[in-house]
């Protein structure tokens, strides 16, 4: 999430009633999670485990809930998450429009938005795009040209990001965004999420089919094909060339390498090479897991051998 305007560290701190532990002069040009965090930007975190990980981050400075030792200014902060729910909300309010004229966005004349399209504010659409009826497109949503969405897809909708407490989560605002890029079809019924500070990407020429579920921030690669009822989580990257078949579900925070092939109904755990196919839960390369099955499969014989020699 990038600010309108710069702001200080020490104005920042005063915004929340927070103390400032180093350079109260430092300049802040954006806001992230640590997963998308750039130069300029004030990050965040509350847990030891990832105190370090954050404090040598590309990070300009750090929203936290303890003075640790750092080479960059700390903004020291009971509660940082809820913190941060109060910059993002305070540096990019909502919008709520229940009519939205052609006018106020940035939607280029030879695009087609059909009846009963929801577009809200801050959103573009590029020329020869069509976006058919029921689409419901919100805040920061960017579609590139010779785009395709058809019905009842929803874009931008919030991220799933909880943050665990003893009476229950608590929801981090979601201040990203969503590029559709250019020759992108998306089928009907798919939901797909802006990232939580940052950007969810579907790369250029990716062709979605119905029903498919693209978690916050995951960035898909050129010319990706990506069967019906897939669900891919949060911060996973997509090379170009992959082909994910139908009710594949994809791990969080792993990456799937260039013209890797997966197979349906597979479970896909961990990060996988590209250039093979792959099959199963947890997905092995395809002919492994292949001969795997073979052997599975005749385990009662080989019992059956095994109880008839004792």
Known sequence: MKLKQSITVQQIANLIKAEVFGDGETVISGINEIHKVVSGDLSFV??????ETCI??????VLINAKVPSPKPLIISEDP???YNFLVKYFQPEIFAYQ????SNNIHPTATIYPGVHLSQNSSVGENSIIYPGVVIYDHVHI???V???ANTVIGSDAFYFNKRHNGFLKLRSSGSVYIEEAVEIGSACTIDRGVSGKTIIGQGTKLDNQVHVGHGVEIGKHCLIAAQVGIAGKTIIKDGVTLWGQVGVNKDITIGENAVVLAQSGIAKSLEGGQSYFGSPAL???EQMRILGYTKRLPEIWKRLIQKK
């Open 100 to 103: 939205q004229a052609r006018e």
């Open 81 to 83: 998450i809820r913190d």
């Open 285 to 287: 390369p395809a002919k």
């Open 56 to 61: 040598q981050s590309a990070a300009a400075a």
């Open 148 to 150: 395709v969405i058809h």
């Open 46 to 51: 509350d847990h030891p485990k990832y105190y």
């Open 144 to 146: 590139g040209k010779n």
